[in-house]
């Protein structure tokens, strides 16, 4: 299979449809408080909530032309969305996974939890091409910064203005970190006109994933900004169902996603459904982690239009970051009455069924559609399908999930919106060629002790 091509050649413009950091908290800012003062003048009002004349900060993102305004405010309730945290996480994902060290020292030391991964999480990757081209792959050199590096830790300024609400340190050691950031995108053109334009770092770096491919942190922190965007402010509409219902709202934690991801070994090449993908958290992730192709369709009219919401600003968001995602297909309805799950059934590799509280009925609906899968293809489910460790005699030979090797995974506290405690999800996997050999064995009259 050909190497994934995780970055974009678009231009990072986020558009018109853009929903950034400043344009949501404007909607809500009752609901935040300051922050931020300023301790050389106990008269400045410039950093108060006020509904027009709010304090901002600029981030510039990785792609050309893309950048993203931030209210600098903090929430009244600490669950709520925090700008301030939003901004510092973003920074700290772009220094950490788009630059070579000697780039990334031009902003300081990166805190130790900031929690983004350990090098035993992602590998350091060595700047070689990931397109099978054995020229010699160099990043560009910033030699006007090189020359004179940066004698201020900008990163930890950063963090101590955040601790002591200083509000203009805030200010201008962000004005000195995108300086940096834009130096670094935008390269001053060389004396000698005959050679090319210097090209933008953060580009050029992701073109040094390669097989390794997208870092976990960055997949996240996209999926992150999208759904703090998105869904946060209209979490309120996703309450209005049926206690008890098949309806029910619930999600999968991105980290259960990443390791539903790993176990199905869904890769750039595999079809994902999501069977009820609510606000499509799961199929976004998917495309993005893997590149694969996927598809999700959803009852509930305001999760399924909040989904859509997410897949449009996933895509501007993947753009400002310089990276490419799978194809996403989205569609709201019924999963046992869409033509479109029948004809994708067949092709699927992985289907994720999210039937923690599915009424029983709903779930025997479900299993015939199970026969159009292919040999191999995976089932992954809150409830199983069929018992784990089940022995197949006369009586459940016949039965369709009979086609099954189902084996049961525990996930940890955290991973779930519906509770903190651990729980278990189960992964079916298709083996008709195991299901026909102890049907042979038992039209035979042979003695069986198998279990699936």
Not at 137 to 148: D, I, K, Q, V
Not at 274 to 286: E, I, M, P, S, T
């Given at each position: ?437 102890i049907r042979q064995k038992l039209e035979s009259g042979r003695p069986m002790r198998t279990r699936r």
């Amino acid at each position: 299979m050909r190497a994934r091509r995780w970055w974009t050649s678009q231009d990072g413009t986020p558009g018109s449809n853009f929903k950034s950091c400043e344009q949501v908290v404007k909607g809500i800012l009752k609901q935040y408080k300051t922050h931020f003062r300023n301790p050389a003048d106990p008269n400045d009002k410039s950093f108060e909530v006020h509904p027009t004349d709010y304090p901002t900060a600029e981030l510039e993102f990785p792609n050309t032309n893309a950048s993203e305004t931030f209210i600098l405010v903090t929430p009244k309730d600490k669950d709520h969305y925090d700008p301030i945290l939003c901004l510092k996480q973003s920074l700290l994902t772009i220094v950490e996974h788009y630059l070579t060290p000697e780039q990334r020292s031009l902003f300081g030391t990166l805190p130790n939890n900031n929690l983004l991964a350990t090098d035993d999480d992602h590998p350091t990757r060595s700047p070689t091409p990931s397109n099978g081209d054995t020229q010699t792959f160099t990043l560009p050199r910033l030699a006007c910064l090189e020359a004179h590096p940066p004698s201020v830790n900008y990163l930890k300024t950063l963090q101590r203005a955040i601790n002591k609400q200083d509000g203009p340190l805030f200010l201008k050691t962000m004005t000195s970190i995108n300086a940096i950031l834009r130096v670094l995108k935008y390269p001053p053109l060389p004396d000698d006109p005959l050679l090319p334009p210097g090209k933008n770092a953060f580009r050029e770096y992701v073109k040094t994933w390669g097989p390794v491919g997208i870092p976990k942190d960055v997949s996240l922190r996209l999926i992150e900004e999208t759904y703090q965007r998105c869904v946060g402010p209209q979490v309120h509409t996703l309450r209005n169902y049926e206690a008890f219902s098949s309806e029910t709202y619930g999600e999968l934690m991105p980290s259960l996603v990443s390791e539903v991801i790993r176990n199905s070994g869904l890769r750039e090449d595999s079809l994902f459904l999501d069977l009820g993908c609510g606000v499509g958290n799961v199929v976004l992730q998917a495309s993005l982690q893997t590149g694969c192709k996927s598809f999700g369709i959803e009852i509930m009219p305001a999760p399924a239009g909040i989904a859509r919401d997410q897949l449009e600003q996933l895509k501007v968001r993947a753009r400002m970051w310089g990276v490419n995602m799978g194809e996403v297909e989205l569609e709201e309805g019924d999963m046992l009455k869409s033509d479109r799950v029948v004809k994708l059934m067949s092709s699927a590799d992985v289907v994720l069924i999210n039937n923690k509280v599915f009424k029983e009925s709903l779930n025997e609906c479900i299993r015939p559609k199970f026969l159009d899968l292919k040999e191999g293809a995976i089932v992954v489910s809150l409830k199983p399908f069929v018992p784990v460790n089940a022995r197949l005699t006369e009586r459940n030979i016949d039965d369709i999930s009979a086609i099954f090797d189902v084996t049961q995974k525990e996930y940890n506290s955290g991973s779930v919106s519906w509770g903190s405690g651990r729980g278990n999800y189960y992964i079916h996997r298709v083996d008709r060629e195991g299901y026909v050999k102890i049907r042979q064995k038992l039209e035979s009259g042979r003695p069986m002790r198998t279990r699936r």
